[in-house]
């Protein structure tokens, strides 16, 4: 991944900790300039320890990190004036106020925002005078966010800028990150919100014990996951008419197909419940979520081997596009 118009790029990245354990397990990313791009993951994924190898706060184990087409860590003194750090968890001196801690933020940043303006882009003019330690947790947040910004970072970092946020913070935020995005500025965000990632980002990546798992736009990651037709099979249903492949003993028991054609599937099973004069039960159909293609791989986690598919062990044809058989689609019985 060479390309120039990168300004965030990783190739092979890894991280292990000084225990031995490797957190980062070769993850390869590249982030257009003016984009915005969002890592999820589940807790202890691996999100925070890859974004501190891109911002430039510890060494790659493995792997190689450009931003802005340094190494971060190596060209620090180059490369951090011109980027906007939110860690995760943030700390500041709690006995002074908002305006006070981010002006002396602004002391050691080159090109400083004024300090009214930095508090003014999150919100929270009305409270310069608060001492930090009378700021709630979100409008300590918030003040986070105005310190990554104070420098006009041209590519900013920003590790769960959201978690704590009322439902209002958190749209003032999407909004302020949209604004910076349409301004030219690159954003690199983590979160555990899919509807902050679906509704914000230009293209995301979804890691699972130190590796990408997937990535693309929020429409080609939702698009790889199959679709879901569920309902109730009477108990009067002869078993030679059953439709898609299903099984005999579906009877009376609610059915989950998955289909990479929904369209055609859905069809089949309308068509065949009108001609044998059967009524679906509950019946719904829909295509797939974020959130149904995180947790698909979340439970990667509980199901054991890495690659462990959700389902109890039916294929879903995964992220390889393959349609598989009408058997491989019926999920679960149950
Ligand atoms: N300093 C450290 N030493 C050893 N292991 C660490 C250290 N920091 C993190 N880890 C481990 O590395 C793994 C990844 O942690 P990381 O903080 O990167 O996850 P994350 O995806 O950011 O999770 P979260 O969503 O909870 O913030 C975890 O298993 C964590 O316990
Ligand atoms: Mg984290």
């Given amino acids: 991944m060479t390309d120039d118009e990168y300004v965030i790029e990783a190739d092979g990245l890894r991280r292990v900790y000084s225990g031995g354990f490797e957190a980062v397990r070769g ?42 087409g340094r190494d971060p860590w190596r060209d620090r003194a180059a490369v951090r004036p011109r980027i906007g750090v939110m860690l995760q968890e943030g700390g500041f001196p709690s006995d002074l106020t908002a305006a006070e801690t981010t002006r002396m933020w602004a002391g050691c940043t080159t090109g400083a925002r004024p300090v009214a303006e930095a508090l ?12 930090v330690k009378q700021l709630s947790g979100g409008e300590r947040r918030r003040l986070d966010l105005a310190l990554a910004l104070l420098g006009r970072p041209e590519v900013l970092f920003l590790d769960e800028p959201t978690t704590g946020l009322d439902a209002e913070g958190r749209r003032d935020t999407w909004d302020l990150v949209r604004a910076l995005r349409d301004n030219g500025t690159t954003v690199l965000l983590t979160t555990h919100y899919l509807e902050e990632a679906e509704s914000l980002a230009d293209r995301l990546a979804i890691m699972h014990r130190g590796r990408i798992v997937t990535a693309g736009t929020p429409a080609e990651v939702t698009a790889r996951r199959p679709a879901r037709i569920r309902f109730t099979l009477p108990e009067s249903v002869p078993a030679a008419r059953l439709p898609l492949g299903l099984r005999a003993g579906a009877q009376g028991q609610r059915v989950e197909i998955r289909t990479h054609d929904l369209q055609q599937d859905l069809g089949e099973l309308i068509d065949w419940a009108r001609a044998s004069d059967v ?21 990667r986690e509980q199901h054991g081997p ?4 959700v389902g109890g062990g039916h294929r879903d044809s995964g992220d390889n596009g393959d349609h598989g058989d009408f058997e491989d689609r019926v999920v679960g019985v149950r």
């Fill in 27 to 68: 993850i390869s990313l590249g982030v257009r300039r003016g984009e915005v791009f969002a890592l999820l993951g589940t807790n202890g994924a691996g999100k925070t320890s890859s974004v501190e190898l891109l911002e430039g706060l510890a060494p790659a184990s493995g792997g190689t990190v450009r931003v802005l």
């Fill in 120 to 131: 003014d882009l999150v919100g929270l003019s009305g409270r310069a005078g608060v001492r």
């Fill in 279 to 299: 009524v679906l039960g509950g019946l719904d159909a829909r295509s797939a979520s974020l959130e149904e293609a995180f947790l698909d791989i979340a439970q």
């Fill in 306 to 309: 890495e690659d462990a598919l």
